[in-house]
Nanobody, 121 residues
Framework: QVQVVESGGGLVQPGGSLRLSCAAS????????INWYRQAPGKQQREWVARISSGGSTHYADSVTGRFTISIFNANNTVSLQMNSLKSEDTAVYYC??????????????WGQGTQVTVSS
């Protein structure tokens, strides 16, 4: 069993910053990569935002490049997403997805419950 917990969401004014955290725990042997997705109000599909791999390489959606930074927060399978210069269109529920090799040696991905980010004046 793998647990994924996001935190750090909230209300921020346009141009402001927030930092989200994603903590993965449980039966994890190793992590392949961790992704952030978001689902905007009224949208049915989740949009991929950013990814960090076990080797440390990072990738971003065009819509957040230069404003968001994904990084390893600490060694305990925790990743942060620093969001700067926030815009109203960044308003969404942000989800963390972890792609792992479990201790049972099976590969699977797990989702957190999401954290709300609202950008509004």
């Amino acid at each position: 069993q793998v647990q994924v917990v996001e935190s750090g969401g909230g209300l921020v004014q346009p141009g402001g910053s927030l930092r989200l955290s994603c903590a993965a725990s449980g039966s994890i042997f190793s992590i392949y990569n961790i992704n952030w997705y978001r689902q905007a109000p009224g949208k049915q599909q989740r949009e991929w935002v950013a990814r960090i791999s076990s080797g440390g390489s990072t990738h971003y959606a065009d819509s957040v490049t230069g404003r968001f930074t994904i990084s390893i927060f600490n060694a305990n399978n925790t990743v942060s997403l620093q969001m700067n210069s926030l815009k109203s269109e960044d308003t969404a529920v942000y989800y963390c997805n972890t792609d792992v090799l479990t201790k049972q040696h099976s590969r699977a991905d797990y989702w957190g419950q999401g954290t709300q980010v609202t950008v509004s004046s």
